[in-house]
């Protein structure tokens, strides 16, 4: 999309480009656009980001679309002007529905696949070399393993890194000096400290995500969600096959040589028993304040040193 629209502006300019997204547009907005013409140019690219799916006969309809919507939209799409380039991004199109599979019959379909693994790390080192830096397999991994797998993100920080470097290769320390961190990356960091019962680390951690916004429900449903990660680990005989991505599980099988099973589905329970003190009042939340919430997770933090 990004190559398409730098592409577009060099030859026509940016007075014939529009993106609509449909939640800040409706779609009699989005017509109007497809159907107005170029001005002091030859053609319009227009993106069309997020349209919602009608859904099936007799159950609610999607917000911001209604049948005679989608046919209004469908009709200019069949007949629409020469000038006019049109280009529908949907991130996860269900093509079941009836939207879909008609505009498949007027339209090209592309599939751009996340980036992942090995290609996801060999990105990083092209990306990197046309920065002029350097940097081998594994310290990529650690890079997606800190900045999350949004490319615009890490193209940032990879250039950022590489200027740092200099001639030298990109070392991780770096990467942990210089890269904001995703939550998830906290939260591996607060669970490698768990591992080694490094309460203080995991504590600082817990601080950390707290201190960056992060709701501390989520926190507690992620690190239910590691600790059964963990377990399926320490049951099976092929971790491979739980289809994690490489780095969560390399990291996963490392802390999960540090707890006996046992030990793994108590402190399972234990944050089950928190999330119900939750739910039923014992323990009170509110959006703006989720201390009660936070002491416990640390008093369970505590618990699993001992």
């Keep these: 999309m990004k190559g398409w629209k730098n592409a577009f502006l060099e030859k026509h300019g940016d007075l014939n480009l529009s993106i609509l997204s449909i939640e800040d547009h409706t779609i009699p907005e989005m017509i109007s656009q497809i159907e107005t013409a170029p001005f002091l140019g030859d053609k319009r690219l227009i993106f069309l980001e997020g349209l919602p799916e009608s859904a099936s006969t ?153 201190v960056a916004g992060e709701s501390m429900h989520q926190v507690l449903y992620m690190l239910a969600r590691q600790i059964r990660i963990l377990i399926q680990i320490k049951e099976t005989s092929d971790p491979s096959s739980l289809k994690l991505h490489p780095f969560v599980l390399r990291n996963a099988s490392s802390q999960a040589k540090n707890f006996t099973t ?26 703006d304040d989720e201390s009660e919430l936070a002491l416990a997770m640390e008093r369970f933090m505590i618990s699993l040193k001992t």
């Design 58 to 210: 007799g159950k609610k309809r999607d917000a911001g679309i209604t049948p005679e919507q989608e046919e209004a939209l469908l009709k200019v799409v069949q007949s629409l002007p020469e000038t006019s380039i049109v280009v529908l991004v949907q991130p996860n199109p269900d093509k079941r529905k009836s939207l879909y599979k008609k505009l498949v019959q007027l339209a090209t379909v592309k599939s751009f696949e996340s980036l992942k693994g090995a290609g996801l790390s060999n990105w990083v080192q092209r990306q990197s070399s046309k920065y002029n830096g350097k940097i081998d397999a594994a310290t990529a991994l650690h890079l997606v393993s800190y900045a999350g797998e949004d490319l615009w993100k890490l193209d940032r920080e990879i250039e950022k890194m590489a200027t740092y470097a200099g001639d030298q290769s990109i070392p991780r320390d770096t990467i942990e000096e210089l890269v904001i961190p995703t939550n998830e990356a906290n939260l591996f960091r607060l669970t490698d400290a768990l591992s080694v019962k490094n309460t203080n680390a995991a504590l600082k951690e817990l601080n950390r995500l707290q």
């Design 262 to 287: 046992d030990a793994l589905k108590k402190a399972h329970a234990d944050l089950v028993a928190i999330d119900v003190a939750v739910k039923t009042g014992a323990i009170k939340t509110t959006t």
